[in-house]
C-alpha cells in the first residue's frame, strides 16, 4: 500500500515559510476582517512551530536559519490587529 505523507506548499522567501509553519501550528492566525496576523500567545503551539522548524528545515536552510527566522516573525507580529476598534469594559 502506497503511502504519502503531507507536504507543505512551496513559498518563495524563508519568511514566508515561517509564516506557515506558525499558522499550521497553531501559533499565530489572521485577523479575519483585516487579514493581518496576530500571535495567539499559546506556548504549546510556539513550541510545536519550533520543533517543525528544527526538523523540517526548507531545502537550502539550516535548522539554526529557520528557527532564527521563526523567532523574527514572532517577535513581529503583535497580538491584536492594529485596525481593530479596542473593546472597552
Known sequence: MLVTKERRSATRTLRGWAIS???????IRECEEHGWM??????????????????????GFSPEETVAE?????????????ECPIESD
Open 70 to 82: 521563526v523567532r523574527d516573525v514572532l517577535e513581529s507580529i503583535g497580538d491584536t490587529c492594529p
Open 21 to 27: 509553519v506558525l499558522q499550521e501550528a497553531g501559533a
Open 38 to 59: 496576530q500571535d495567539r500567545s499559546d506556548p504549546h503551539a510556539r513550541e510545536r512551530a519550533f520543533v517543525i522548524a528544527r526538523q523540517d528545515s526548507p531545502a
